[in-house]
Nanobody, 114 residues
C-alpha cells in the first residue's frame, strides 16, 4: 500500500502561481512513477503531468510551458503551476503507480479567479 497526501492548493487570480506538493508513505520502493491528475467542475478526470523514477516527464498539452513536475526523492513530488487560468480550476490528485496498481491521494482544490 502507498499513502499520498497533497498540499498547496488554494485560491489564486488568473496569471498567478501555485505549487502543489505530494508526500508518499508506505511501500514507496514499489513506486515506479508519480503524477498529477485533475477533475474540473462537470469534467472528467484528466492527466496533468507524470514523472517516472528515471525522471522522464509527460505533460498534458493544455499545461505545457506553464506547469512543471519534479521530484526531490523517491517519495515527494511537486507541481509548479505558473500563469494559471480559470480553466485550471479543479481538484488536483496525486498518483503513484506501482506493480500493484495506481494509488490516489484525497485531492487538493485549486481555484483560479478571472
Amino acid at each position: 500500500q502507498v499513502q499520498l497526501v497533497e498540499s498547496g492548493g488554494g485560491l489564486v487570480q488568473a496569471g498567478g502561481s501555485l505549487r502543489l506538493s505530494c508526500a508518499a508513505s508506505g511501500n514507496i520502493l514499489d513506486i515506479n512513477a508519480m503524477g498529477w491528475y485533475r477533475q474540473g467542475p462537470g469534467k472528467q478526470r484528466e492527466m496533468v503531468a507524470t514523472i517516472t523514477r528515471a525522471g522522464s516527464k509527460v505533460y498534458a498539452d493544455s499545461v505545457k510551458g506553464r506547469f512543471t513536475i519534479s521530484r526531490d526523492n523517491a517519495k515527494t513530488v511537486y507541481l509548479q503551476m505558473n500563469n494559471l487560468k480559470p480553466e485550471d480550476t479543479a481538484v488536483y490528485f496525486c498518483t503513484a503507480n506501482t506493480y500493484r496498481g495506481r494509488f490516489w491521494g484525497q485531492g487538493t482544490q485549486v481555484t483560479v479567479s478571472s
